[in-house]
């Protein structure tokens, strides 16, 4: 069977040759792409500090996985990326609150660069 891709219009749209998220038939597991702290109506970067760039990419994930018929309970993988290490516990400090009891397995990696000039990305695989 095909993969089927997950698109929402809560959730920005792709800047590239890939699906917010894709769903296989047989498992059931979900791709989540990775999400910049992009506002889905404008498309712009949110304007804040690495806590309000990492809500609002938590936001986006929440709506890809929404459209999925999943939620944050469903993850059960993360990748987080940063552009400084210097910034990862702010980010937790905004990430493990969408993980109320058994957050996913996940790594965490510093890179040169993101998308739009984003200081963070975060990708997901789910199971439903």
Known sequence: MPNVPVRTADAPAAIGPYSQ????????????????????????????????????????????????????????????????????????AVYGGYFASAPPARATVQVSALPKGARVEIDAIAVG
């Open 21 to 92: 998220g894709v769903s296989t038939q047989g498992e059931r597991l979900v791709f989540l792409s990775g999400q910049i702290p992009l506002d889905p109506k404008t498309g712009e970067l949110v304007a804040g500090d690495i806590g309000a760039q990492t809500a609002r990419v938590m936001e986006n994930l929440g709506a890809v996985l929404r459209a999925a018929s999943l939620g944050f309970a469903d993850v059960v993988r993360c990748t987080i990326y940063l552009v400084d290490l210097g910034d990862f516990a702010a980010v937790n």
